[in-house]
C-alpha cells in the first residue's frame, strides 16, 4: 500500500515537472513567433512604440552598458512584443538583456540580426532634434503629437507616415531646420505632396525625410554629405499643388518622414514619433 502511494505521488511529481516544462515550452514557442523574416514590416515594429522613461533614460543606459540603441532596443522590443509603455530601464539590467539575447533571441540569428540592422539604422545615426531650441524668443516653440496613420484626403484617402512638428509662431521661413544625423542627400526638390523636401540618406541606410520646407538653406546638389545638425532649411507650409513654390494650404510646419529597406520593400515608413520624443533633449540653440 506505501508502495503504491508512494509511486502514485513520484507520477503526480513529475507530471507536474512536465506540465511545467511543456508550459515554458509553450510560452517560448509563442514569442520565438514574433521573430520572423517579415517582422521589421509587421505593425507592432513599425509603430516604434517606446516611453517617456525608455525616452529619457536610453543614453543613460547604452552608455552604462556598452551597447548601441540599436542593440538594445531590438531586444527590448521583443522582449515586451514591440510595446514598451510602462518599461522602466532601471528595472532592466545587462544579464537580462545578455540572458534574452542569447538564450531566446539567439535561437534565430538570420532574423534577429535583419531586425537588428532595421533598428540600428532608425536609432544608431540619431543626434539632433530637427528644430533648434530659440535662445532669443520664448514664444518660437515647435510641438508635435502622434498623428501615425492618422487619415489624410489630398491626392486620394490615406494613412499620414510622418509627424508634423508644428510651428508656435505660423510665420513660413522663421524656424531653421537641421538635419537629424549625418547623411547624404538623396532627394531634393518639390513634390506634389510634400512641398519642398529634402531626403537623406543616413550612414546606417535610413531615410530622413524633411518636407513643407518654405526654402533651402543653400544649393544642394544631389550626393551632397550632409553632417548631423548642419542648416538645411527652413520650416513652411509649401506642398497639396503641383504648382511649384505653392503655400497657405496648411499652417507652417515641418513633415518628418523615416523609411527603411526591407526583405520585401525599398521604402517602409516608420512612425517618427518617439523618435522625436527622444530627440526632444538633443536640441540645438539657435539665435532666431
Known sequence: MKRSLLLYLLGIFFLGILTVMGTNSLREYAALSLLHDAVNESEGFRNQWLSEEVSRELDTFCGEQGVSRGDLLTVLMLDHRFDL????LKDYGKEQYSDSLNRQWGRKPEALQALRESYEAIW????YF???????NEEATVAFDNSWMFERTFGGKRGHEGTDVMAGINQRGYYPVVSMTDGVIENIGWLTKGGYRIGIRGPHGAYYYYAHLAEFARDFPKGTQVRAGELIGYMGDTGYSEIEGTTGNFDVHLHVGIYIRTKDSPEMSVNPYWILKYLESHKLSYAF
Open 85 to 88: 509603455t510602462g518599461v522602466d
Open 124 to 127: 544608431d545615426d540619431l543626434v
Open 130 to 136: 530637427p528644430v533648434p531650441e530659440s535662445t532669443v
